[in-house]
T-cell receptor, first 108, second 116 residues
Framework: KNEVEQSPQNLTAQEGEFITINCSYSVGISALHWLQQHPGGGIVSLFMLSSGKKKHGRLIATINIQEKHSSLHITASHPRDSAVYICAVRGGSEKLVFGKGTKLTVNP | DAGITQSPRHKVTETGTPVTLRCHQTENHRYMYWYRQDPGHGLRLIHYSYGVKDTDKGEVSDGYSVSRSKTEDFLLTLESATSSQTSVYFC???????????????FGPGTRLTVL
């Protein structure tokens, strides 16, 4: 069974700080997703990647297939970045397996 | 934002009653999914559909059934609700781009279901 582990579970930062959220998984995958769940509950897909790095605005996602590890970075964090960030992987079954999420709080 | 709505948004029901949740999309996406989200767990797949009348089970399908009679609607039915089915239910849609239906998914706003 593919397990997806995220760290840390909770993260508190000051506005402007550089944020890193980590995701590790246990089996070979074809793609990895990062999603954001707003405090109101809505879920938005941020990235889908299978190798290398992707960037969108202040968000950067990287993946190391050999080490079975991905990171989500937020530069110049802002209180509006406060959310739960969820990692999900697509393995051999093609279905997505989700991590439990990392709750980020950015204080002004 | 992808056009996905869920109804109802909130529901309180009693153990043993049937419940149907509806997911409606205006994007004409081929794949539709039902997930549940519970504290201490990641999102878990209940059922999914890869076309009209084509459905398959996810990892937590026991106690749930689904139907998809047209592209835009995907119904989730709890035949006899139990307290363990108290959860937040999310519908999602996707359209295969890289050959897989499990590409970027767009989520509905969620339905909070409480079974007393």
């Amino acid at each position: 069974k593919n397990e997806v582990e995220q760290s840390p579970q909770n993260l508190t930062a000051q506005e402007g700080e550089f944020i890193t959220i980590n995701c590790s998984y246990s089996v070979g995958i074809s793609a990895l997703h990062w999603l954001q769940q707003h405090p109101g509950g809505g879920i938005v897909s941020l990235f889908m990647l299978s190798s290398g790095k992707k960037k969108h605005g202040r968000l950067i996602a990287t993946i190391n297939i050999q080490e079975k590890h991905s990171s989500l970075h937020i530069t110049a964090s802002h209180p509006r970045d406060s959310a739960v960030y969820i990692c999900a992987v697509r393995g051999g079954s093609e279905k997505l397996v989700f991590g439990k999420g990392t709750k980020l709080t950015v204080n002004p | 934002d992808a056009g996905i709505t869920q109804s109802p948004r909130h529901k309180v029901t009693e153990t043993g009653t049937p419940v149907t949740l509806r997911c409606h999309q205006t994007e004409n996406h081929r794949y539709m999914y039902w997930y549940r989200q519970d504290p201490g767990h990641g999102l878990r797949l209940i059922h999914y559909s890869y076309g009209v009348k084509d459905t398959d089970k996810g990892e937590v399908s026991d106690g749930y059934s689904v139907s998809r009679s047209k592209t835009e609607d995907f119904l989730l039915t709890l035949e006899s609700a139990t307290s363990s089915q108290t959860s937040v239910y999310f519908c999602a849609i996707s359209e295969p781009t890289s050959g897989s239906g499990w590409d970027t998914q767009y989520f509905g706003p969620g339905t909070r279901l409480t079974v007393l």
